[in-house]
């Protein structure tokens, strides 16, 4: 089956800086990714996506590569704020599914 | 426009009941998934509707069902209760389908099984 996995549960920033949360995934065969935050109480929210022809893609103090030489995906928000601290999940689809397989979660915690 | 309205936010059941779900997708969106998470395990898949056909099952017992309707509203149905069934049950919407596009998630329903 799929696995999606995250290096790390938790990560703890100081506001300002920069934050990096990775993800590693199984399926070599994967077409999309997205990346989600999940705030307490709410649902999962949309970040920023990118597609297999694509290494790279930038947002509004998000960056998202991905390197699928070593299935790997990263989420880089910048100058890191209070308001970032949630969940962070990565996501993908296979070339052949319709279904986001998604991983366990990393906890964002922003120090004021 | 209106996000992804997912009923009831919050419910308890006891172990053997059943328990139905109700999610109203973005309008215009034609699919409508499933998905249960649990501190242990994430996000996990359990099935997608398109035009009132079930597309897509991910590895839930039977006691898991769900439907669409004519309006892509979509209901879920979890039979004979057990205590590890307590979960936030998401419902997320989109276009044609995940692969062609994001997911829009509700809030969710917590459902507590005692």
């Known amino acids: 089956g799929e696995s999606v996995g995250l290096h790390l549960p938790t990560l703890s920033v100081q506001e300002g800086d920069n934050s990096i949360i990775n993800c590693a995934y199984s399926n070599s065969a994967s077409d999309y990714f997205i990346w989600y935050k999940q705030e307490s109480g709410k649902g999962p929210q949309f970040i920023i996506d990118?597609?297999?022809?694509?290494d790279k893609r930038q947002g509004q103090r998000v960056t998202v590569l991905l390197n699928k030489t070593v299935k790997h995906l990263s989420l880089q928000i910048a100058a890191t704020q209070p308001g970032d601290s949630a969940v962070y999940f990565c996501a993908e689809i296979p070339f052949t599914g319709n279904q986001f397989y998604f991983g366990t979660g990393t906890s964002l915690t922003v120090i004021p | 426009k209106a996000g992804v309205t997912q009923t009831p936010r919050y419910l308890i059941k006891t172990r053997g009941q059943q328990v139905t779900l109700s999610c109203s997708p973005i309008?215009?969106?034609?699919?409508v998934s499933w998905y249960q998470q649990t501190p242990g395990q994430g996000l996990q898949f359990l099935f997608e509707?398109?035009?009132?056909?079930?597309?897509n099952k991910g590895n839930f017992p039977g006691r898991f069902s769900g439907r669409q309707f004519s309006n892509s509203r979509s209901e879920m149905n979890v039979s004979t209760l057990e205590l590890g069934d307590s979960a936030l049950y998401l419902c997320?919407?989109?276009?044609?389908?995940?692969?062609?596009?994001?997911?829009?998630f509700g809030e969710g329903s917590r459902l507590t099984v005692l």
């Open positions: 509707y398109f035009s009132e056909t079930q597309r």
């Open positions: 997320a919407s989109s276009w044609t389908g995940a692969s062609t596009g994001e997911l829009f």
């Open positions: 309008s215009g969106h034609r699919s």
């Open positions: 990118i597609r297999s022809n694509m």
